[in-house]
């Protein structure tokens, strides 16, 4: 497998996106490949707290000015094949425009590892969306909550714009837009065109990974998101899995040490362990990642 970039987003804050990003570095690590974290949320970067590290001396912010080379800020994290790019709140905060994702992109890029794990934040702002567009892949983390569903609805939105930006000649409509009903009109007028913003739609996979089920009802909800998804986005949608809730989750930023070390035997963290290696399998399949193969992910919440 070659060296792939995999971002974590969303639009609704506080899905354990970080959380989730920590222990799935973990975890890749654990299975020998070299990994990366990078710490690029704007709204409170944090991911060097779950490894009971103090504020860096030197992070993202300070690549993204160009005063330090990625390679030279890669903190240990303790974990064998684990580091991490850090981030602070107020140097990623006057570098947050969607300028600066390119940069980002291109700096981690020259990075001696086998996956880097981009945690970009919650939001459908522009360096969040546009940070998720320029991964290889990337993992829309969602609840199972009304409120996570409408603010996804805005980030993937806003990430289809980005996606189509080289190929549209006018904006779309600001209010109620979504990308499918728009271009089956379009169809009708302009085929050509239409087919090449399906394609551009289509070139980079979104994985769908749902945190915190509560019901036995709710186990499945990825594999409901997913065709959803791709009927009214025109995205190409991968269900990754489910996670249930564990009231335990919210003590790893207090205890300071990740969820996968305090509590190994977990469901969660079981479910986590096949996730991982559902999303590996799809990585490997084939080393271009906008064509994933068919398939389903494992039962996570059986």
């Not at 993992?139 to 009304?146: M, Y």
């Not at 009109?185 to 996979?205: G, S, V």
Request: charged content about 20%; hydrophobic content about 40%; proline content about 6%.
């Amino acid at each position: 497998m070659c060296s792939m970039s995999v971002a974590i987003g969303g639009g609704k804050g506080g899905t354990g996106k970080s959380l989730i990003a920590v222990q799935l570095g973990i975890l890749i690590a654990e299975l020998g490949l070299r990994v990366v974290l990078v710490d690029a949320d704007l709204n409170g970067a944090n991911l060097h707290t779950f490894f009971g590290l103090e504020d860096p001396q030197y992070s993202l912010g300070h690549v993204l000015s160009g005063e330090q080379e990625a390679r030279d800020v890669v903190l240990p994290t303790g974990v064998k094949d684990l580091g991490l790019i850090a981030g602070v709140y107020q140097d990623l905060r006057d570098l947050s425009d969607a300028s600066q994702a390119e940069r980002f992109s291109v700096s981690l890029g020259a990075l001696d590892a086998d996956i880097t794990l981009w945690d970009v934040g919650s939001g459908a702002g522009a360096w969040q969306t546009r940070l998720f567009d320029q991964a290889d892949v990337g993992i829309l983390v969602s609840s199972p909550s009304f409120q996570g569903m409408e603010r996804d609805y805005f980030f993937l939105r806003r990430l289809c714009l980005w996606k189509m930006q080289g190929s549209l000649t006018s904006a779309p409509p600001s209010q109620g837009w979504l990308p499918m009903p728009w271009l089956t009109a379009l169809r009708a007028q302009d085929p050509p065109r239409a087919h090449t913003l399906r394609r551009a739609l289509r070139k980079k996979p979104v994985y769908c990974l749902v945190n915190g089920i509560s019901q036995i009802a709710d186990s499945h909800i990825e594999r409901e998101i997913a065709p959803v998804i791709r009927r009214f986005f025109g995205l190409r949608t991968v269900p990754l899995g489910s996670l249930e809730y564990d009231e335990r989750l919210s003590m790893t930023s207090a205890s300071r040490r990740p969820f996968v070390f305090e509590f190994p035997d977990s469901r969660w963290v079981q479910q986590m362990r096949g996730v991982t290696e559902h999303l590996l399998g799809l990585l490997s399949a084939d080393d271009d990642p906008s064509l994933p193969p068919d398939s389903q992910p494992p039962n996570s919440s059986g």
